[in-house]
């Protein structure tokens, strides 16, 4: 199934960048967090939802742009959850920090993880606690966490604030290193050895972290609440709300 699911992830990629390489204006409106949404966004998830579908019928979808069906989802052990182009802004702004996010939550555990990032034409995913990397030659190899003595830490290119950089000033390693980038590709640094630490503080939604948090701990990382220490839970009857906490990500 994993490789199906890889292959409905470069599908919804090429459907964005059709849009991201058109002469035409993209059609653009805002959610109420005042976040945008484009065609491209509407056009990735249909693709997506119809090959889901198409792959396993029984299995319930909660993506970004249908948050409406939270109550048929909410009592299910097993779910989709899906973010058709993560990093809309960067999307719009091209610069192909943009990705296709798909994971399947079991238990409120994400055990399948893939991003796609299209414009780069590089895949990651992860299943049974192993996490790859595809080239955009097609060379496909496993990828692990790296510890470094000069940490690297990922910020948001879109998301910047002081309580970001008061944490950063805190290390106690006094070198480091600091790159911005957008979408879940963070998570991807973190997980092939680019970087040591991606810590976030502001609002994210459980879409923009499962797939990535899949990834990351089958490469020997942790993503964890920056005040309990605990995992990112995406047991949908245990939250109060759809928004994460603020969380470290972490080699």
């Known amino acids: 199934m994993i490789n199906k699911i890889c292959n409905l992830a470069r599908n919804a990629g090429a459907a964005i960048m059709s849009i991201y390489y058109s002469n035409e204006l993209v059609d653009i409106s805002y959610k109420l967090d005042k976040s945008p949404v484009t065609s491209a966004d509407k056009i990735a998830d249909k693709v997506i939802k119809d090959g889901l579908y198409t792959i396993a019928p029984n299995i319930a979808i909660l993506s970004e742009e249908s948050v409406k069906n939270i109550q048929y989802v909410k009592n299910l052990s097993t779910y989709w959850l899906i973010d058709p182009l993560d990093g809309t802004k960067e999307f719009l702004k091209k610069n192909g920090e943009f990705t296709v996010n798909i994971s399947l939550i079991e238990h409120g555990i994400p ?76 998570f991807c640094y973190i997980a092939e050895g680019k970087a040591q630490y991606y810590p976030r503080f502001g609002t994210t939604y459980i879409w923009d972290t499962a797939a990535g948090h899949a990834i990351v701990t089958a490469a020997g990382g942790s993503v964890l609440t920056y005040h309990e220490k605990m995992n990112l839970n995406y047991c949908l009857l245990s939250r109060k709300s759809l928004k994460n906490p603020d969380f470290i990500v972490s080699s």
């Open 111 to 186: 055990i399948l993880g893939v991003i796609y990032a299209p414009y780069f034409n590089i895949l990651y995913f992860a299943f049974k606690k192993q996490a790859w990397k595809i080239s955009p030659s097609g060379y496909k190899k496993k990828i692990s966490v790296v510890q470094s003595n000069i940490p690297r830490f990922i910020v948001s290119r879109s998301h910047p604030n002081k309580k970001l950089y008061d944490f950063i000033n805190k290390t106690e390693n006094k070198k480091y290193t600091i790159k911005k980038l957008g979408s879940s590709l963070k």
